[in-house]
């Protein structure tokens, strides 16, 4: 069993739909959470960093993190075709910066 | 201007040559990592420099040998190159050794 599971997807929402991202883990030691968008042919672009449990919003972006259940969740309202990307969920320790990322989940966006 | 550069994009070559990757970052971070992404879109850490040190290197063949001149490059070479080492390899880098992670685009890498 992989220490970060996240669905591949694809999951497809019609245009100004809430898409709804998870990622559970195995290792309680994690502490930084990260939300990655990743387009075809690019690098993965930071979208929420967050720090042990709550949730953060940025924009049409919320990020949960529920470290009691090891799942963390990511909201994106008001989805448009441009949100149609690869996204990875990541995380780290309290020692070092060594990222475990998930395999990611594809979501496209249909106008 | 971009933040975090690889040259080359893309790299195709034959098994057992030798090849590199460079990486810069004009962030002014400290720390600097290499990635493998594999065929399944996984991330996977392969080394980790901070202030030109190296802080992490996971189980990576010795084939693999990074290098950080000074702390806005880190590149890395491969020796003897193999078919399994055909991946995308992404070059990030953070503000210290806790703050989050900035990618390149990678340098796609084809073994023939």
């Known amino acids: 069993q992989k220490e970060v599971e996240q669905d591949p997807g694809p999951l497809s929402v019609p245009e100004g739909a809430i898409v709804s991202l998870n990622c559970t883990y195995s290792?309680?030691?994690?502490?930084?959470f990260m939300w990655y968008r990743q387009y075809s042919r690019k690098g993965p672009e930071l979208l929420m960093y967050?720090?042990?449990?709550g949730n953060k919003e940025d924009g049409r972006f919320t990020a949960q993190v529920d470290k009691s259940s090891k799942y963390i969740s990511l909201f994106i309202r008001d989805s448009q075709p441009s949100d149609s990307a690869t996204y990875l969920c990541?995380?780290?320790?309290?020692?070092?910066?060594?990222?475990?990322f998930g395999g990611g989940t594809r979501v496209l966006v249909k106008p | 201007d971009t933040a975090v550069s690889q040259t080359p994009k893309y790299l195709v070559t034959q098994m057992g040559n030798d090849k590199s990757i460079k990486c810069e970052q004009n962030?002014?971070?400290?720390?600097m990592y290499w990635y493998k992404q594999d065929s399944k879109k996984f991330l996977k850490i392969m080394f980790s420099?901070?202030?030109?040190?190296?802080?992490i290197n996971e189980t990576v063949p010795n084939r693999f040998s990074p290098k950080s001149p000074d702390k806005a490059h880190l590149n890395l070479h491969i020796n003897s190159l193999e078919l399994g080492d055909s991946a995308v390899y992404f070059c990030?880098?953070?503000?210290?050794?806790?703050?989050?992670?900035?990618f390149g685009d990678g340098t796609r890498l084809s073994i023939l």
């Open positions: 990541a995380m780290s320790g309290a020692a070092g910066n060594k990222l475990t």
């Open positions: 420099y901070n202030n030109k040190e190296l802080i």
């Open positions: 990030a880098s953070s503000q210290d050794i806790s703050g989050p992670q900035h």
């Open positions: 967050t720090y042990s449990s």
């Open positions: 290792n309680s030691a994690f502490q930084y």
């Open positions: 962030l002014g971070h400290d720390t």
